[in-house]
């Protein structure tokens, strides 16, 4: 009995501790109450609120500001577009440091943060630590080369961390090394340690920056879910070496960067869902990139009008020695590229599966505009393909499994020329194929289906 009594009286006792630090959480005004954030925030104490009066910021405190590992909120009173944290351009000072095992209760929320220059983070930096960054604009930043630094990160640089950046735009600017020109989400590099990262950008903008709009390294993983990434001068996402974790973006627009759409390589997973990739440029794989030992799952996406200057308009899986790529349910069209297959190109030495997706109206220079594929291991099922096996390009040492099922007839798009690449309602494409992904190669033909292969194609 006198133990039940006394787990009851901590338990009260807690309680009362809770209402107590809720009832006193402190709003601390600046520059009212303290003279710069940097003040503010060494004058909180957890669960307060630095609320910054509107208003350019500059100088020492209000600069390079720590938020010291405070699960506090510092906040703009009027939004960004009213307060700014100008670095300057001076050497060394970025907006906010973030370094002390900060959580999401940390959080930064509605500045304009400008003209930061350092090696690691031009406008914001975090290193073990996962605070929310929220209402923000993160512009005219700088990553540099200084002194062997490496220019990763010019909006942004997480080290080890599951920050949440909520909607906050970060665009124009530099990452001297390219490396994430707009985010720089890198892990942990030891082999073994079991730790894994997934920061989240989530209903952003990344644009016209200079280097990649996102890059992901090193055992971190990412969620980009209802981010628009335009403009950049580099790919829009990449994701490398040991990148694991299933990064995973959900609809999503990545357009118009000029070094191509997405990439994926050296033994990473990337998961692409309801999004839409047009109108990027790259030498290989306009919209989409999967380099040797990449993983590519792509699902109910659009992949259109994205050039190539040599394969892989739409999409390329090159050299694919350990890693495998899934697309269905997709539509890939009105992609360009100079050399061969306008709208897919597969060299694979895994396995490639294609599956309940359209690819009609590319364009390339050769004799195989839609598709051109080589390997083992290849799968189409429940397919249109305009001009069927008779434009699919292959290597003479190739092992293509195709499914009876394809069909080479016109989808019928609600309207192409404006971009709604619905279909018709009379549209043959309707209803085709299963509603799951094919589960192998051989192990999945039904009966009474008949797999197509090279030999049958040559004799075509």
């Known amino acids: 009995m006198n133990t039940y009594r006394g787990s009851v009286y901590i338990l009260i006792y807690l309680i009362l501790i809770c209402i107590n630090f809720s009832t006193y959480a402190a709003t601390i005004n600046v520059p009212a109450d303290q003279p710069t954030i940097q003040a503010g925030i060494d004058a ?9 009066a509107n208003g350019v910021y500059k100088g020492d405190g209000n600069v390079n500001i720590n938020f010291k590992g405070k699960q506090i909120t510092v906040q703009s009173q009027n939004g960004p577009e009213e307060t700014m944290i100008n670095c300057s351009w001076i050497p060394y000072t970025r907006g906010f440091i973030f370094q002390s095992e900060e959580t999401h209760s940390s ?22 630590a ?8 993160i512009s005219w930043n700088k990553a540099v080369r200084n002194e062997g630094g490496t220019g990763r990160g010019g909006g942004i640089y997480c080290f080890n961390s599951d920050a949440l950046i909520i909607d906050s735009t970060i665009s124009n600017n530099i990452a001297e090394y390219t490396y994430g020109g707009g985010v720089y989400f890198d892990g942990n590099d030891e082999v073994f340690r079991e730790t894994r990262y997934q920061p989240q ?23 980009i879910r209802d981010t628009k990434i335009l403009h950049n001068s580099l790919r829009g996402v990449v994701c490398t070496f040991f990148s694991r974790g ?17 990439e994926v390589s050296e033994y990473s997973i990337i998961k692409i869902h309801d999004s839409i990739i047009k109108q990027n440029t790259a030498k290989y794989g306009g919209g989409i990139y999967c380099s040797p030992s990449g993983n590519m799952y792509v699902s109910d996406c659009i992949i259109a009008q994205n050039i190539a200057t040599k394969w892989g308009g739409g999409i390329e899986i090159a050299e694919s020695k350990w890693g495998d790529a899934e697309i269905t349910r997709c539509t890939i069209t009105r992609n360009t590229a100079s050399v061969s297959g306008g709208g897919l190109y597969v060299y694979c030495l895994t396995s490639f599966t294609l599956t309940n997706s359209i690819v009609w109206g590319n364009n390339s220079d050769d004799r195989n505009p839609e598709v051109y594929v080589s390997g083992r291991g290849i799968v189409f099922r429940a397919n249109v393909i305009r001009d069927g096996l008779d434009r699919i390009g292959q290597e003479p040492d190739g092992d293509l499994f195709i499914y009876e099922d394809n069909i080479d007839k016109d989808p019928l798009f609600v309207n192409p020329d404006r971009g709604d690449y619905r279909l018709r309602q009379d549209s043959p494409a309707l209803g085709m194929g299963p509603q799951t992904n094919v589960g192998g190669v051989l192990s999945v033909a039904p009966l009474g289906k008949r797999l197509v292969m090279w030999a049958d194609i040559k004799r075509r």
């Open 44 to 52: 909180a104490q957890n669960g307060d609120t630095v609320l910054v």
């Open 107 to 128: 959080v930064l929320d509605g500045f304009t943060i400008r003209n930061g220059v350092h090696e690691y983070g031009g406008g914001i930096y975090c290193n073990n």
């Open 130 to 137: 996962s605070p929310t960054i929220k209402n923000s604009i």
């Open 201 to 223: 950008l989530i209903s952003c903008i990344i644009s016209e920056n200079n280097g990649s709009g996102v890059f992901i390294q090193d055992f971190a993983s990412c969620e």
């Open 246 to 262: 299933d990064t995973q973006i959900t609809g999503c627009e990545i357009a118009q960067n000029t070094g191509g759409g997405v």
